[in-house]
């Protein structure tokens, strides 16, 4: 049965019997997400050396935090292979994936395959940038690889926790999962940035990006998670790890060294203030303690009803938390305010006004209810895909 506990919220179903051997040890799951950690860490970080300083090197700290976690991520992987292949027995082989005659937990060979990428994608970057200089958006082609690559570590890290916590059962790991979790849930928000800015936030476009984008996650790790209110703690750690980004980035004294400098910032500017995905994934975890494994068309009425709840709490709060965001109250260092733009930006009254709202503007994204029609068919395709791979997560031992 499902339902909700004194604690919350939780999601149940027959678990799947365990595979005979030893369960995963703990460290390798725990340097994983560590590595996982370094990589969101370090993006963001980067996102705010670009911003404040520009690309004076390939070599500089956030780079380098960057490509420690791929660098760990790879070898945490590379090792569980050697381990697996060579030094476990036939019980332990049997609970692995085999890839060209190795064995390895599947999340161990998902984090090899991302560091290969990651580490691919640097000298990539870096002809990049000097053919072409400096990045227009964050999606460029060698970001697009070392995205994958993040992605890559970031859900193996995910998966070998979920081994671990589906082979005990008795929700032992939850913990090291939801913050495996909330790392997922940064690295999307991160290369979304662009949309996510307060101004764009009355925008059809922010919507219909948000829709495609987090209910996905959220959906599929409050579905995976065997611990209450799964989605709802995996959205505060999300909300933990960029307000702290936003809070001590700004702490450290930096000037541009890239002309031209139309806005000459004195420290570390600080991303936009996270979005308040806490609450509609509150009700997306109540939804989903009550409807259970939900299969064929129930689940596809559920995807929908998911979508429908994921927009009617975060289209509302969003949109009047970012009024407020644009005000004077939130230029402050708590909220970032207006201290979000680096040096390559003109300041003006553009940055306190909602951009691509007037009709008038070519590039105008109106809310309307086409718009909002078709944010919920995203949304609910993005939730449906969710509780599918959140299905099958549920039930990886190996």
């Not at 050697?82 to 332990?92: D, I, K, M, S």
């Not at 909300?239 to 700004?250: F, G, K, N, T």
């Not at 029609?373 to 449906?384: D, E, I, P, R």
């Amino acid at each position: 049965m499902q339902g909700i506990s004194e604690s919350g919220p939780v999601t149940s179903s027959p678990p799947a019997p365990p595979l005979a051997g030893s369960v995963p040890a703990f460290w390798p799951a725990f340097l994983l997400v560590l590595a996982a950690s370094c990589i969101t860490v370090g993006i963001m970080w980067d996102i705010s050396w670009h911003e404040t300083i520009g690309r004076d090197t390939f070599w500089t700290p956030a780079h380098m935090v960057i490509y420690l976690g791929g660098f760990l991520g790879g070898c945490v992987g590379g090792w569980l292979a050697v381990q697996y292949t060579f030094l476990a027995g036939p019980a332990e082989r049997a609970a692995t994936v085999r890839v060209f005659g190795a064995r390895a937990p599947l999340g161990a060979w998902v984090a090899i395959w991302g560091a290969v990428a990651m580490i691919t994608s640097g000298p990539f970057d870096n002809w990049w940038h000097n053919a072409y200089g400096l990045d227009v958006k964050i999606i460029s082609p060698p970001h697009a690889l070392l995205g994958l690559g993040m992605f890559g570590i970031s859900f193996g890290a995910l998966l070998l926790v979920l081994t671990r916590q589906n082979r005990l059962q008795d929700g032992t790991g939850s913990g090291l999962f939801i913050w495996a979790g909330g790392m997922f849930v940064v690295l999307a928000g991160v290369f979304v940035m662009e949309y996510s800015f307060p101004n764009l936030q009355h925008a059809a476009i922010f919507y219909e990006v948000c829709a495609v984008t987090f209910p996905f996650r959220l959906v599929c790790l409050g579905r995976a998670g065997r611990t209450s209110w799964p989605a709802t703690r995996v959205a505060a750690v999300y909300i933990l790890v960029e307000c702290l980004m936003v809070w001590i980035l700004p702490l450290f004294p930096a000037q541009a060294k890239l002309a031209p400098i139309f806005n000459p910032v004195t420290h570390m500017v600080p991303p936009p203030f996270p979005l308040l995905l806490i609450f509609p994934a509150m009700a997306m975890d109540i939804l989903l303690s009550r409807a259970g494994g939900a299969t064929g068309w129930r689940r596809v009425a559920l995807a929908v009803l998911l979508g429908m709840i994921f927009l009617a709490v975060f289209v509302p709060v969003q949109w009047l938390f970012s009024k407020f965001l644009l005000s004077p109250q939130a230029s402050n260092w708590f909220f970032a305010g207006n201290r979000v733009w680096g040096y390559v930006n003109r300041l003006g009254d553009w940055t306190t006004r909602f951009w691509r709202v007037d009709p008038s503007d070519p590039d105008a994204s109106l809310l309307t209810i086409r718009a909002l029609a078709a944010a919920l068919a995203l949304a609910a395709v993005s939730s449906w895909l969710g509780l599918l791979l959140g299905g099958w997560m549920r039930k990886v031992q190996r």
